[in-house]
């Protein structure tokens, strides 16, 4: 079956640094991608990786370990704008996203 | 350019009753789709369109139909609501579904069944 495995809560402290770890198991894969969702809307892009290594964008890099089945999200001098959900989907061998059930990472002062 | 519209944003239902939901893109993508999703959930693919007069189902396709007869808009219909259709659901619009090619969300429509 297809799984996705990401940490369901995740604190951080304003101006510090924050991992979101994401294991996944899907059938084929074309990528994976990561989404923001601050409460009450909807999901934005962030970041897509298909090769192995870390993308940097800004304060956001991502990371992908395709062997591994294994990606991360690292957000740098956090905003408490950051606080928010943070979404893992790979896609599969058909094309479909399949969507994690989401990190909430809060961030205090 | 208003990117992808969901019309309502809240409704309330009575079990049994019925009710669509309206998705519009200006973006002239090609594919769309509609997820909802529930607290502790990834986001669940219902249906989805490849194209102008196609639908497709996805993971939960079960109590819900879905039209495309225009390239823009793609409607969600549910027939006979029941309780455990209470979510909150997405519409998104994407080029293709080829790798790199980011699906753009709407706002959601937040659905009570009782």
């Known amino acids: 079956g297809q799984n996705i495995d990401q940490p369901t809560e995740m604190t951080a402290t304003e101006g510090a640094i924050v991992q979101i770890n994401c294991t996944y198991q899907t059938s084929g894969f074309n990528g994976l991608f990561w989404y923001q969702q601050h409460a009450g809307e909807a999901p934005t892009f962030l970041s897509y990786n298909v090769l192995d290594g870390l993308e940097e964008k800004g304060r956001f890099s991502s990371f992908l370990s395709r062997s591994k089945g294994y990606s991360y999200l690292l957000l740098k001098e956090l905003q408490m704008k950051d606080s928010a959900s943070y979404l893992c989907a790979p896609m599969d061998s058909n094309y479909q996203l399949i969507w994690g059930a989401g990190t909430k990472l809060i961030i205090k002062p | 350019n208003a990117g992808v519209t969901q019309t309502p944003k809240f409704r309330v239902l009575k079990t049994g009753q019925s009710m669509t939901l309206l998705c519009a893109q200006d973006m002239n993508h090609e594919y769309m789709y509609w997820y909802r999703q529930d607290p502790g959930m990834g986001l669940r693919l219902i249906h989805y369109?490849?194209?102008?007069?196609?639908?497709a189902k996805g993971e939960v396709p079960d109590g819900y139909n879905v039209s495309r007869l225009k390239k823009q808009n793609f409607l969600l219909g549910l027939e006979s609501a029941a309780p455990s259709q209470t979510s909150v659901y997405f519409c998104?619009?994407?080029?293709?579904?080829?790798?790199?090619?980011?699906?753009?969300f709407g706002p959601g429509t937040r659905l009570t069944v009782l």
């Open positions: 369109s490849v194209g102008e007069g196609t639908t």
């Open positions: 998104a619009s994407s080029p293709t579904d080829g790798p790199q090619d980011t699906q753009y």
